[in-house]
């Protein structure tokens, strides 16, 4: 059973602003601050690897792709959070798209999300001044531990090797809110759905979260230095 404890924190509302150099948000100083996603799309070394996909599929078939997975993931995501609020949450239109999304929904719901034991926030806002902000999927307890939890879907699930930078935008949000509420989450969980409706729970724990956040810390700096801010 999942113990709602919303009021638990109060997290601030982000007003987004988009630069030349990718999304940022307004911290509390007014001042822009990229985005924790922006940073690690800015600092990855996997970006050749997308533009010889793209040139491989050809660009219209690539942004094809790209919109579908889109609007799969975020179908899935608001109907997670509804149903997380004890809201409404099975609604889907009859397209392709939202068939994916509600079989991929329903295998969340079944199978992925029973060992989240306490939720503190959905979908909240998380910001650094002069550093950088970003919203998270969940704040909470996984196995009454406290854990950063983000839900990914996939067209095939991922080896753990290909997805750090998943946990690194996890490492990135927990360490946010533990300078903002002090709070001491050192677990992420990654849970994913691909189309095969395949289920897959990633664990990051204390020993590896330390090496995580130093890797992130790393990717902040770099970008830094890169648009010399």
Same mark, same amino acid.
């Given at each position: *059973?999942?113990? $709602?404890?919303?009021?638990?924190?109060?997290?601030?509302?982000?007003?987004?602003?988009?630069?030349?150099?990718?999304?940022?948000?307004?911290?509390?100083?007014?001042?822009?601050?990229?985005?924790?996603?922006?940073?690690?799309?800015?600092?990855?070394?996997?970006?050749?690897?997308?533009? %010889?996909?793209? =040139?491989?599929?050809?660009?219209?078939?690539?942004?094809?792709?790209?919109?579908?997975?889109? &609007?799969?993931?975020?179908?899935?995501?608001?109907? !997670?959070?509804? #149903?997380?609020?004890?809201?409404?949450?099975?609604? +889907? &239109?009859?397209?392709? =798209?939202?068939?994916?999304?509600?079989? !991929?929904?329903?295998? +969340?719901?079944?199978?992925?999300?029973?060992?989240?034991?306490?939720?503190?926030?959905?979908?909240?806002?998380?910001?650094?001044?002069?550093? #950088?902000?970003?919203?998270?999927?969940?704040?909470?307890? #996984?196995?009454?531990?406290?854990?950063?939890?983000? +839900?990914?879907?996939?067209?095939?699930?991922?080896?753990?090797?290909?997805?750090?930078?998943?946990?690194? %935008?996890?490492?990135? #949000?927990?360490?946010?809110?533990?300078? *903002?509420?002090?709070?001491?989450? %050192? %677990? !992420?969980? !990654?849970? *994913?759905?691909?189309?095969?409706?395949?289920?897959?729970?990633?664990?990051?724990?204390?020993?590896? +979260?330390?090496?995580?956040?130093? $890797?992130?810390?790393?990717?902040?700096?770099?970008?830094?230095? $890169?648009?010399?801010?």
């Amino acid at each position: *059973m999942t113990t $709602k404890n919303f009021n638990k924190y109060t997290y601030p509302s982000l007003e987004r602003v988009d630069l030349e150099i990718g999304r940022h948000y307004l911290d509390s100083k007014n001042t822009p601050v990229p985005s924790v996603t922006t940073v690690l799309s800015a600092t990855s070394k996997s970006k050749d690897g997308i533009d %010889q996909w793209r =040139n491989r599929v050809g660009e219209a078939e690539a942004d094809r792709i790209v919109k579908q997975s889109t &609007e799969i993931g975020s179908s899935v995501h608001d109907a !997670i959070e509804k #149903y997380l609020k004890d809201e409404l949450w099975d609604i +889907f &239109e009859n397209t392709e =798209n939202e068939l994916i999304a509600k079989k !991929i929904t329903h295998k +969340f719901v079944n199978d992925g999300l029973k060992k989240i034991t306490e939720i503190w926030g959905l979908e909240v806002g998380l910001v650094l001044d002069n550093l #950088y902000a970003g919203t998270a999927d969940c704040i909470g307890e #996984y196995n009454s531990i406290p854990t950063l939890i983000d +839900f990914k879907t996939a067209k095939k699930i991922k080896k753990r090797e290909w997805i750090e930078d998943y946990f690194l %935008q996890g490492c990135a #949000y927990a360490n946010a809110h533990n300078v *903002m509420f002090g709070t001491d989450i %050192q %677990q !992420i969980v !990654i849970l *994913m759905v691909d189309r095969d409706l395949v289920f897959q729970e990633f664990i990051v724990r204390p020993t590896e +979260f330390k090496i995580l956040t130093h $890797k992130w810390k790393k990717r902040l700096i770099d970008f830094n230095n $890169k648009y010399n801010r």
